[in-house]
């Protein structure tokens, strides 16, 4: 994995360069700058009521007593205004290509200036990030690195887009938001890599500044949701389709993990629910699960299970659907709809030839539904 090169003075590249992997793939950057109160900021979305602070921002709907924080682990009732603790302290700093997140209608072989802050607002049993999503921002060693700087060394290191990733971005909200309206001023895309457990209200207001959004579906199934995830399942479908309504270029992961989502009848009313609802172009990524966190008793989800899976999918009418953590899977390739051939051949995160221009399929000149140019 690339490493970002140091300058001849202090600056996000150097912090980045001293990343390290952890065994979900995770590049996460460490400084010495501890936290300061430049990285507090008030909250959007939030009232007041009789009980205390209610945050309006995500469906769990926290009411913080005055020194609670929420669910999330970075919203804070203080004095009776509610603050975020995650605005431009990131724990993690990286260039990933753009197929890591995956994305692969959109840009395809760019790079992503990737970003997160300590937090998240699920409690998944299967984290593979678990090291910054499942703590506080003051648990964290972290980077002092404010919007316009984040756009800053994004455009000196010659990325095309800005990822919002590893923990949760709509956890550190306003600072996705903030860097997000900035990037746009400067032409650079963002892209978000979300659970999708967000309200409708902050998830359109943030939508203006989005470009492009993979979101985890973990199950179609409200129960599997909350014993795996400590969400529900409503309100992530209802993402879906504010993120088609309001025209941002829309990619779809399902995890599928051994003894909890990998019932075939679950992936068909998946499958089903998304042909119906629109979402046929919509790229579908089913990922392999590696036993992390607190499911390591579970084994690899078998490549069959997979395989059955994108089955399930392409019989449902699903008309992009990828298998993912799986060296070497012809489904990591992109196929052309109409004459079946490979458009994108790809071997991991990398592209090994291409037969699409304009968007167009150079076999027979389908339309390939993505985004394929700046």
């Known amino acids: ?10 600056s996000r590249r150097t912090f980045a360069r001293n990343c390290l992997l952890c065994a979900g793939g995770l590049a996460m950057g460490f400084s010495t700058r501890q936290r300061t109160d430049r990285h507090i900021k008030e909250a959007l979305f939030y009232e007041k ?24 682990r970075n919203r804070v009732n203080r004095g009776g205004v509610m603050y975020s603790t995650a605005y431009g302290n990131p724990c993690a700093v990286h260039i990933d290509p753009i197929e890591k997140k995956p994305f692969f209608h959109f840009l395809p ?23 910054i999503s499942q703590v506080t921002p003051a648990e964290t060693l972290n980077d002092d690195l404010m919007p316009d700087a984040v756009v800053t060394e994004c455009i000196a290191e010659r990325c095309e887009s800005i990822a919002y990733t590893y923990s949760e971005p709509t956890t550190f909200y ?35 500044t989005l470009d492009a959004a993979n979101i985890d579906l973990k199950a179609y199934d ?22 088609k309504e309001e025209g941002v270029w829309l990619e779809i992961t399902n995890l599928v993990i051994p003894r909890w989502t990998d019932d075939m009848d679950l992936i068909r009313r998946m ?32 490549v069959a299970v997979l395989e059955r899976a994108h089955e399930i999918a392409r019989k449902a009418g699903l008309q992009y659907v990828y298998i993912g953590n799986v060296p070497d899977h012809a ?21 090994r030839s291409r037969h699409i221009t304009d968007g167009r399929c150079d076999h027979c000149k389908q339309t390939i539904a993505g985004v394929w140019g700046t």
């Open 49 to 72: 009521t009789a009980h205390g602070l209610q945050c309006r921002k995500c469906p769990h709907e926290c009411v913080l007593e005055e020194g609670e924080t929420g669910i999330c």
């Open 331 to 351: 489904a990591e390739s992109t196929f052309c709809p109409s004459c079946k051939k490979v458009v994108i051949e790809r071997r991991g995160f990398s592209i």
């Open 271 to 302: 499958c089903d629910w998304l042909a119906s609802n629109g979402f046929t172009e919509t790229p579908l990524h089913f990922s392999r699960f590696i036993p992390l966190y607190k499911l390591t008793q579970l084994p690899l989800t078998p």
């Open 109 to 131: 072989g760019t790079r992503a200036y990737s970003i997160a802050a300590a937090g998240c607002n699920l409690r998944c049993l299967n984290c593979q990030n678990w090291q």
């Open 174 to 208: 306003e600072y996705t938001l903030d860097t997000s309206a900035i990037a746009r001023e400067r032409k650079i895309k963002n892209l978000l890599k979300s659970s999708g457990y967000i309200n409708d209200a902050p998830l359109r207001k943030l939508s203006r």
């Open 1 to 10: 994995m690339k490493q970002l090169q140091a300058s001849t003075s202090y």
């Open 222 to 243: 409200d129960d599997i949701y909350r014993r795996l995830s400590g969400a529900r399942l409503a309100p992530v479908l209802h993402t879906l389709k504010v993120l």
